[in-house]
Nanobody
Framework: QVQFVASGGGLVQAGGSLKLSCAAS????????IGWYRQYPGKYRELVAA???????NYADSVKGRFTISRDNAKNTVYLQMNSRKPEDTAAYYC????????????????WGQGTHVTVSS
């Protein structure tokens, strides 16, 4: 079972930038789409960005134009560059497979690695 560990979170002012990293403990096959998810307290995780094995990104409307997802298959790492941060971006961030490929909603999947918390101050 591949474990995903997110890192790079912290405190940033509104409008600032932050880059998150997602390291996989095993080998992510280059065909696997990987996603970044965020979770507000008391809420289910939601997908905010995903990248296909071929490097094609897609984004939730709430982050489109502000976040950029990328991947380095040689390093088994996926990144999330977060620009123009807003207070509503404050959340815990996780990475995992793009569960849409398996017909799953995030709340239906039990295997989540370590997340990283991001706080955006206004």
């Amino acid at each position: 079972q591949v474990q995903f560990v997110a890192s790079g979170g912290g405190l940033v002012q509104a409008g600032g930038s932050l880059k998150l990293s997602c390291a996989a403990s095993g080998t992510i096959l280059s065909i696997n789409a990987i996603g970044w998810y965020r979770q507000y307290p008391g809420k289910y995780r939601e997908l905010v960005a995903a990248i296909s094995g071929g490097g094609r990104p897609n984004y939730a409307d709430s982050v489109k134009g502000r976040f950029t997802i990328s991947r380095d298959n040689a390093k088994n790492t996926v990144y999330l560059q977060m620009n123009s941060r807003k207070p509503e971006d404050t959340a815990a961030y996780y990475c995992n497979y793009d569960l849409r490929d398996y017909g799953l909603e995030p709340y239906e999947y039990d295997y989540w690695g370590q997340g990283t918390h991001v706080t955006v101050s206004s």
